[in-house]
């Protein structure tokens, strides 16, 4: 009897040490609703990653996911809306990277910090940014337009979606580390700069794939090159910057989820393993490559550590350019 009492009381405490590891609001949860804010209008890549995502969550978990799009404010209201929710799992922003490694430099007065405020849960997909150019310029490798840039510094022009947009930082950070300047022409988003380089109004533009893809399928944009350091599946043949001969420069245009400050680090990987099973399933890859993204799921670690990564260089290259928000 005395021994059956103390196995009983072993697997007992064995059981408490158990939920002690992993916390009952994290075992139960969700129990509610969840909310993935998305600071910008329907039908962007993040809008849409959220949604597939989340639609994966509602039938995994039989929780409704909830989207809400609170554009505004180059993506800052959406953003600071979900820094100052509650830390309770069940509020996350999806956005794209620059606004947690780019947005603290260039505007002022920022109510929140997002490296501070917001804690990371997952990337999501990966849209590259390219160097492309008129089909009728000259230019044919990133060598001719340093040349012509080395030789007219601050007088080659390129166009991006917008001033501190990360189009325009990578393309400054292309000048830094090649000792020369262009000329910003910005455009009210990608789709205006992409048709402005394809029309020949500006010779070269720092676009992202999914705006600059009519135009390379219709011959009308010439792709140079690559930003990210490594080679992307939608456009395999594209040689990076670096096989060109331009060190340094590695990024891309990602799509993330981030949560407020506190939320429980049991609920944040609980969520960040399923999104990664959501995003390695055959239709959401699929869905995704149509929009011209591909997925990238990632730790938070990895993640944490790949914004404040990017969120230092980004900063050099704010300074040096002396950009600011409009």
Same mark, same amino acid.
């Given at each position: 009897?005395?021994?059956?009492?103390?196995?009983?009381?072993?697997?007992?405490?064995?059981?408490?040490?158990?939920?002690?590891?992993?916390?009952?609001?994290?075992?139960?949860?969700?129990?509610? %609703? =969840?909310?993935?804010?998305?600071?910008?209008?329907?039908?962007?890549?993040?809008?849409?990653?959220?949604?597939?995502?989340?639609?994966? $969550?509602?039938?995994?978990?039989?929780?409704?996911?909830?989207?809400?799009?609170?554009?505004?404010?180059?993506?800052? =209201?959406?953003?600071?809306?979900?820094?100052?929710?509650?830390?309770?799992?069940?509020?996350?922003?999806?956005?794209? *990277?620059?606004?947690?490694?780019?947005?603290?430099?260039?505007?002022?007065?920022?109510?929140?910090? %997002?490296?501070?405020?917001?804690?990371?849960?997952? #990337?999501?997909?990966?849209?590259?940014?390219?160097?492309? *150019?008129?089909?009728?310029?000259?230019?044919?490798? !990133?060598?001719?337009?340093?040349?012509?840039?080395?030789?007219?510094?601050?007088?080659?022009?390129?166009?991006?979606?917008?001033?501190?947009?990360?189009?325009?930082?990578? !393309?400054?950070?292309?000048?830094? *580390?090649?000792?020369? #300047?262009? /000329?910003? =022409?910005?455009?009210?988003?990608?789709?205006?700069?992409?048709?402005?380089? @394809?029309?020949?109004?500006?010779?070269?533009?720092?676009?992202?794939?999914? #705006?600059?893809?009519?135009?390379?399928?219709?011959?009308?944009?010439?792709?140079?090159?690559?930003?990210?350091?490594?080679?992307?599946?939608?456009?395999?043949?594209?040689?990076?910057?670096?096989?060109?001969?331009?060190?340094?420069?590695?990024?891309? /245009?990602?799509? $993330? !989820?981030?949560?407020?400050?506190?939320?429980?680090?049991? =609920?944040?990987?609980?969520?960040?393993?399923? &999104?990664?099973?959501?995003?390695?399933?055959?239709? &959401?890859?699929?869905? !995704?490559?149509?929009? @011209?993204?591909?997925? &990238?799921?990632? #730790?938070?670690?990895?993640?944490?550590?790949?914004?404040?990564?990017?969120?230092?260089?980004?900063?050099?290259?704010?300074?040096?350019?002396? &950009?600011?928000?409009?």
């Amino acid at each position: 009897m005395k021994r059956r009492m103390l196995l009983k009381s072993g697997l007992a405490a064995a059981a408490a040490l158990a939920a002690g590891c992993f916390p009952a609001h994290a075992q139960s949860w969700p129990a509610k %609703p =969840i909310r993935f804010i998305v600071p910008y209008s329907p039908g962007g890549v993040s809008d849409i990653a959220a949604r597939l995502v989340g639609a994966k $969550l509602t039938e995994a978990w039989g929780q409704q996911v909830i989207i809400e799009n609170r554009p505004g404010g180059n993506g800052t =209201i959406g953003t600071a809306a979900a820094a100052k929710s509650a830390p309770d799992g069940y509020t996350f922003v999806v956005a794209t *990277v620059g606004d947690f490694t780019i947005t603290q430099h260039i505007v002022k007065n920022l109510s929140y910090d %997002p490296l501070v405020d917001l804690v990371p849960v997952t #990337s999501l997909t990966d849209t590259p940014n390219i160097v492309g *150019v008129n089909a009728g310029s000259p230019y044919k490798t !990133m060598k001719d337009i340093l040349d012509a840039a080395r030789k007219d510094p601050g007088k080659v022009g390129y166009a991006s979606p917008g001033v501190g947009a990360i189009n325009q930082l990578v !393309m400054e950070w292309i000048a830094n *580390v090649s000792g020369t #300047s262009f /000329n910003h =022409i910005p455009y009210k988003g990608g789709a205006p700069s992409g048709a402005a380089v @394809a029309a020949g109004d500006v010779a070269i533009g720092l676009l992202s794939v999914n #705006s600059a893809l009519p135009h390379i399928k219709s011959g009308k944009i010439r792709v140079i090159a690559i930003t990210s350091s490594e080679r992307s599946p939608l456009v395999p043949d594209v040689p990076t910057l670096r096989e060109q001969g331009v060190d340094l420069v590695d990024a891309s /245009n990602y799509t $993330l !989820m981030l949560a407020p400050k506190g939320t429980p680090t049991e =609920i944040i990987t609980k969520l960040s393993g399923e &999104i990664a099973k959501a995003l390695n399933a055959a239709d &959401i890859k699929e869905k !995704m490559a149509a929009a @011209a993204a591909v997925v &990238i799921p990632s #730790s938070p670690a990895d993640l944490g550590a790949r914004l404040k990564r990017e969120a230092a260089a980004f900063k050099v290259i704010v300074e040096k350019a002396k &950009i600011t928000a409009e």
